[in-house]
């Protein structure tokens, strides 16, 4: 077994503690960036100041630098077996944005998290497959693309479904994030063309079309815990030996639903190519929504920190050919509902998961968690969560402190003057 920190319990308590004192004295900030890390932008930041004569709201080029980290101090305890943890664990996503011009940018985000896989000999190693305890961190760019126009081309996550970003609960996403178990397109390089319609009654509308495969690059080796180079031989979703996997994605935002509430929803379908080993290509399908509604939405409610709103949301999504295999499907169905009042959030989550095939028996898989958190005035957010999850007739629950941070290193900085 490698060395870790999991042998030295002091060294771990040490590094924990150093870590909350770090996200505790942490400036208020604002984070834009991929979908990954959105519910974030809930913080706000105030400006410097407006730009000087001399800069100029067209200066060029622009740089932003922003940081979501966040520390989870868990455990996995299983119905029998192994557990897992207590245990700390860190976690990161960084972005990075260049904007040339108005037409060209450079965008980025390294993501810090434990990626070192269960051991094989686990027979609890599918419960709660992406939480931290017993596992090696490791950061790596999950993003690296340059964006033209309408266009982007690089590393980046395809815009299919958003259960994986937009679940409330840190760890309400472990049934759909990632390709292999969930749907989430994660470590794809291709291209992507986006439209967006002009015409924003009813909301703002767009269309995005992309083209891609998975990362066989060095982008995808990580550090210190290293994931290795991906081969074609290796298979897998979307390990195709060119980007002839194809996403077609109908979005739609903010649409008025009477005169108090918001609604979004996005359909979208990923045609994948046939992998090494594998008899078919996977064909995946998503539909899914949300709808905010303001319970005190005055503007003196929003000033004051007493702003309350009810979000609820639901997903379901298909992958037909699971596993490249003809004939054998996993369907999902998330859903969430969401209470914020002021500093206050409270959430209830649950996910269903069925896996069926011409000839095996029925896999039923679930998970149900509950989280309350808080806003600190440093915009620290701290919450805890507890989870049941049951994955191929195995059962396991998990609890976890978690305290969230938004770091703004640089909002908007002009390369050739202050920032602002």
């Known amino acids: 077994m490698p060395r870790s920190t999991e042998r030295r319990p002091h060294l771990r308590g040490l590094l924990a503690a150093v870590a909350l004192a770090f996200l505790a004295a942490a400036p208020a900030a604002m984070a834009q960036s991929a979908a990954i890390i959105q519910q974030a932008r809930a913080t706000g930041q105030t400006a410097s100041g407006p730009p000087g004569a001399d800069e100029g709201m067209g200066a060029w080029p622009k740089i932003q630098f922003e940081t979501i980290a966040t520390l989870e101090y868990g455990s996995v305890q299983p119905d029998s077996g192994p557990n897992r943890g207590p245990d700390a664990r860190l976690w990161f996503d960084s972005t990075f944005l260049a904007q040339i011009s108005d037409e060209l940018s450079v965008d980025g985000l390294f993501q810090f998290k434990p990626r070192q896989p269960l051991s094989a000999s686990d027979p609890n190693g599918n419960l709660f497959i992406n939480q931290a305890p017993a596992r090696r961190e490791g950061g790596k760019m999950k993003e690296l693309y340059v964006r033209y126009g309408d266009y982007r ?13 937009l679940l409330p609960g840190f760890q309400a996403q472990d049934l759909v994030a990632e390709s292999e178990q969930g749907y989430e397109p994660t470590e794809m390089i291709g291209v992507e063309r986006i439209h967006v319609f002009k015409d924003e009654d009813g909301g703002w509308r767009q269309l995005s079309v992309s083209a891609f495969m998975v990362d066989r690059t060095f982008l995808h080796e990580s550090f210190p815990y290293n994931e290795g180079i991906i081969h074609y031989k290796d298979g897998g979703v979307g390990n195709t030996r060119w980007p002839e996997n194809v996403m077609v994605t109908w979005d739609v935002l903010n649409k008025p639903v009477g005169h108090w509430a918001h609604m979004n929803y996005q359909a979208s379908v990923i045609r994948w190519g046939k992998t090494y080993g594998g ?6 399908t998503t539909l899914g929504a949300d709808l905010s509604m303001p319970v005190h939405g005055s503007v003196d409610d929003t000033l004051r920190g007493r702003y309350s709103q009810v979000r609820l949301y639901v997903e379901a999504a298909r992958r037909d050919n699971f596993e490249g295999m003809p004939g054998r499907a996993r369907d999902f169905l998330s859903a969430s509902a969401q209470y914020m009042d002021g500093p206050w959030i409270l959430d209830l ?8 095939d011409r000839i095996d028996p029925l896999q039923k898989d679930e998970l149900y968690a509950a989280s309350i958190g808080y806003t600190l005035p440093s915009r620290t957010v701290v919450s805890l969560s507890a989870a049941q999850e049951t994955v191929a007739g195995r059962s396991g629950a ?7 941070q938004t770091l703004t290193t640089c909002s908007t900085c002009l390369a050739r003057a202050s920032y602002y």
């Open 398 to 404: 998990y609890l976890g402190l978690v305290l969230t």
């Open 279 to 284: 008899q078919r290509g996977e064909v995946w």
């Open 349 to 356: 989550t649950t996910t269903q998961r069925w896996t069926t």
């Open 153 to 165: 081309v690089g590393k980046f996550v395809q815009d299919f479904g958003r259960a994986y970003a």
